[in-house]
């Protein structure tokens, strides 16, 4: 080869070389740093393979799924996602009827830490059909060179649309251009990024994430609408609660934190909720433990199978109430408060209870409530009785005490009227609520729970309330959106336990489970469809 063309070729490949060089050593980009300070809610992961690799190598997740994903490509990457607003719509299913739909706009950023031609890759094959997932059907994708990257825009057949911009290793990508356009203009300096915001921590764990003072108020109106709908067909009721709720939760709520971590009993998700001042102060003075030690034989034989159960330490469970009540009367309107007042009895009427005042002040402070269905309509409530004959008098008119008792195990036994009640009493603890459950516990005692891998966390903790719940369906749904559930597996037990501690701050909360608040958040979305791709080029 002449001299002067080794000399053009060592050129060449010093050059590569430094492109090269320079591609593997540049500095990777913080996605918290372009994510706007005004963002409603803040989420981010410092490595999403390992955030989803904790459920996806969930043993009940490998029985619930006929195969599991390979997850690698996600390992070791950054992601932040803002919700900037939320969108409402109504979906009318008869002239009666119809469904609420509450969709959040949002960002996402990725500090993939990869090639661009591996990133691009990864957003037209691996993003494209988790977006289909979420829209539920076939999506056409287009592409284009834009903002200095590449970019894509996926246009569902209901009219939702998601965008993605790379730009080098990172990716951008959400349900609102306006939202990454903002992202944009936070890199070049022209607007402030959530980095200011002293909420918005640093340290080793799973994920974290923070609502804002505005999140919470545009939250707060979403849940009163929600909870309107569900509530009543009554017109009238329903406005009532769309107006006060989302007041109450305005007035009372100013931001929250939440953290995930992984640990010896599962993935624990840490809640800080900060209320305001009078609030937060009225809640510790009344929501104080008493530190006494629960009935070990009760507890070890709660109901395993049930849907929920939640143990209350209260030094005085009717101050702990009275200050329910209080606290909405101060937050919303006179008239308001009243009516709130009026109908907060109804919250008892399920355990049989008709005066909440004279049952709470005739018990001792550990109070045990059982829930068998999601809907709460078989329900238990378990107490240690102080004053049997005001107990008596604070239940269901329809229980008549008058009547000779039934035996049930070692205890006194009585029916309502219309046998949708039954109390039963062995001179220090009382069972009230659904019949054939109580009577079930009463004649029964086991030590089902006692064996179960959290039953040493509930039966000490120290928390004013402590609640263990069995969620049968969330490993089936998070295999139908991860991979495909087995055929004729009907339910899993995925158990969790959340610890309830107020201070002067307002509320912490902690939760202890199987999948986690991520978890939760993978199997709201539906099942994988197909992608019809077109491409096109801007010149």
Same mark, same amino acid.
């Not at 939250?219 to 009238?236: F, H, P, R, V, Y």
């Given at each position: 080869?002449?001299?002067?063309?080794?000399?053009?070729?060592? &050129?060449?490949?010093?050059?590569?070389?430094?492109?090269?060089?320079? &591609?593997?050593?540049?500095?990777?980009?913080?996605?918290?740093?372009?994510?706007?300070?005004?963002?409603?809610?803040?989420?981010?992961?410092?490595?999403?393979?390992?955030?989803?690799?904790?459920?996806? !190598?969930?043993?009940?997740?490998?029985?619930?799924?006929? %195969?599991? $994903?390979?997850?690698?490509?996600?390992?070791?990457?950054?992601?932040?996602?803002?919700?900037?607003?939320?969108?409402? %719509?109504?979906?009318?299913?008869?002239?009666?009827?119809?469904?609420?739909?509450?969709? $959040?706009?949002?960002?996402?950023?990725?500090?993939?830490?990869?090639?661009?031609?591996?990133?691009?890759?990864?957003?037209?094959?691996?993003?494209?059909?988790?977006? %289909?997932?979420?829209?539920?059907?076939?999506?056409?994708?287009?592409?284009?060179?834009?903002?200095?990257?590449?970019?894509?825009?996926?246009?569902?057949?209901?009219?939702?649309?998601?965008?993605?911009?790379?730009?080098?290793?990172?990716?951008?990508?959400?349900?609102?251009?306006?939202?990454?356009?903002?992202?944009?203009?936070?890199?070049?300096?022209?607007?402030?990024?959530?980095?200011?915001?002293?909420?918005?921590?640093?340290?080793?764990?799973?994920?974290?994430?923070?609502?804002?003072?505005?999140?919470?108020?545009?939250?707060?109106?979403?849940?009163?609408?929600?909870?309107?709908?569900?509530?009543?067909?009554?017109?009238?009721?329903?406005?009532?609660?769309?107006?006060?709720?989302?007041?109450?939760?305005?007035?009372?709520?100013?931001?929250?934190?939440?953290?995930?971590?992984?640990?010896?009993?599962?993935?624990?998700?840490?809640?800080?909720?900060?209320? !305001?001042?009078?609030?937060?102060?009225?809640?510790?003075?009344?929501?104080?433990?008493?530190?006494?030690?629960?009935?070990?034989?009760?507890?070890?034989?709660?109901?395993?199978?049930?849907?929920?159960?939640?143990?209350?330490?209260?030094?005085?469970?009717?101050?702990?109430?009275?200050?329910?009540?209080?606290?909405?009367?101060?937050?919303?309107?006179?008239? &308001?408060?009243?009516?709130?007042? +009026?109908?907060?009895?109804?919250?008892?009427?399920?355990?049989?209870?008709?005066?909440?005042?004279?049952?709470?002040?005739?018990?001792? $402070?550990?109070?045990?409530?059982?829930?068998?269905?999601?809907?709460?309509?078989?329900?238990?409530?378990?107490?240690?009785?102080?004053?049997?004959?005001?107990?008596?008098?604070?239940?269901?008119?329809?229980?008549?005490?008058?009547?000779?008792?039934?035996?049930?195990?070692?205890?006194?036994?009585?029916?309502?009227?219309?046998?949708?009640?039954?109390?039963?009493?062995?001179?220090?603890?009382?069972?009230?609520?659904?019949?054939?459950?109580?009577?079930?516990?009463?004649?029964?005692? !086991?030590?089902?729970?006692?064996?179960?891998?959290?039953?040493?966390?509930?039966?000490?903790?120290?928390?004013? %309330?402590?609640?263990?719940?069995?969620?049968?369906?969330?490993?089936?749904?998070? +295999?139908?959106?991860?991979?495909?559930?087995?055929?004729?597996? +009907?339910?899993?037990?995925?158990?969790?336990?959340?610890?309830?501690?107020?201070?002067? !701050?307002?509320?912490?909360?902690?939760?202890?489970?199987?999948?986690?608040?991520?978890?939760?958040?993978?199997?709201?979305?539906?099942?994988?469809?197909?992608?019809?791709?077109?491409?096109?080029?801007?010149?």
């Amino acid at each position: 080869m002449p001299k002067h063309q080794q000399n053009y070729f060592l &050129s060449l490949c010093l050059c590569v070389s430094v492109v090269i060089v320079s &591609s593997c050593s540049s500095k990777p980009t913080d996605p918290r740093s372009i994510i706007p300070a005004d963002a409603l809610v803040y989420l981010e992961t410092h490595d999403l393979g390992k955030a989803v690799g904790v459920i996806v !190598n969930n043993p009940k997740l490998k029985e619930a799924a006929t %195969s599991l $994903p390979d997850i690698s490509i996600l390992e070791g990457m950054e992601m932040a996602i803002a919700v900037t607003g939320f969108e409402t %719509s109504e979906q009318v299913v008869t002239e009666e009827n119809s469904v609420l739909n509450f969709q $959040p706009r949002f960002v996402a950023v990725l500090e993939t830490h990869k090639w661009n031609f591996q990133v691009i890759g990864f957003v037209e094959e691996k993003l494209g059909l988790f977006i %289909s997932e979420a829209y539920g059907g076939e999506a056409t994708l287009e592409s284009s060179d834009k903002h200095g990257g590449k970019y894509f825009v996926w246009s569902g057949q209901d009219g939702r649309k998601a965008y993605a911009l790379v730009i080098g290793s990172l990716i951008y990508f959400g349900n609102d251009e306006s939202a990454i356009e903002k992202c944009l203009a936070v890199g070049r300096g022209e607007a402030e990024s959530i980095t200011k915001n002293h909420k918005v921590t640093t340290g080793e764990r799973l994920a974290f994430g923070y609502v804002s003072p505005d999140g919470v108020a545009q939250i707060a109106n979403i849940a009163g609408i929600s909870l309107a709908k569900q509530s009543s067909e009554e017109g009238d009721v329903q406005s009532f609660i769309a107006r006060v709720l989302p007041e109450l939760l305005r007035n009372s709520l100013k931001e929250a934190t939440w953290t995930a971590s992984v640990g010896e009993h599962g993935i624990a998700d840490n809640y800080n909720i900060a209320l !305001n001042n009078e609030v937060s102060k009225v809640f510790s003075e009344t929501f104080v433990p008493s530190g006494t030690k629960p009935d070990e034989k009760l507890t070890v034989a709660l109901p395993l199978a049930a849907a929920s159960f939640t143990r209350y330490d209260l030094r005085d469970p009717q101050v702990a109430w009275r200050s329910v009540l209080l606290v909405p009367q101060k937050l919303t309107d006179q008239a &308001s408060g009243n009516i709130l007042l +009026a109908f907060s009895s109804s919250l008892f009427e399920p355990y049989g209870i008709d005066d909440p005042e004279m049952f709470l002040s005739s018990i001792g $402070p550990i109070i045990h409530t059982v829930k068998f269905d999601e809907s709460g309509e078989k329900v238990l409530v378990i107490v240690s009785v102080k004053d049997a004959e005001k107990v008596k008098r604070s239940l269901a008119k329809e229980i008549d005490f008058k009547k000779p008792p039934e035996r049930t195990g070692n205890a006194d036994s009585w029916l309502s009227q219309d046998s949708d009640v039954r109390v039963i009493f062995d001179g220090t603890t009382l069972i009230v609520g659904e019949p054939l459950e109580a009577a079930t516990l009463a004649a029964n005692f !086991n030590n089902a729970f006692g064996k179960n891998h959290l039953y040493p966390l509930f039966a000490g903790s120290t928390a004013a %309330s402590v609640t263990f719940a069995n969620d049968t369906a969330i490993a089936l749904r998070i +295999a139908d959106v991860l991979s495909e559930r087995k055929p004729e597996t +009907a339910a899993i037990a995925a158990y969790s336990l959340t610890e309830t501690r107020f201070n002067q !701050n307002g509320i912490e909360r902690r939760t202890v489970s199987d999948f986690g608040l991520i978890g939760t958040i993978i199997s709201q979305f539906t099942t994988k469809r197909k992608i019809r791709r077109t491409n096109r080029l801007e010149r």
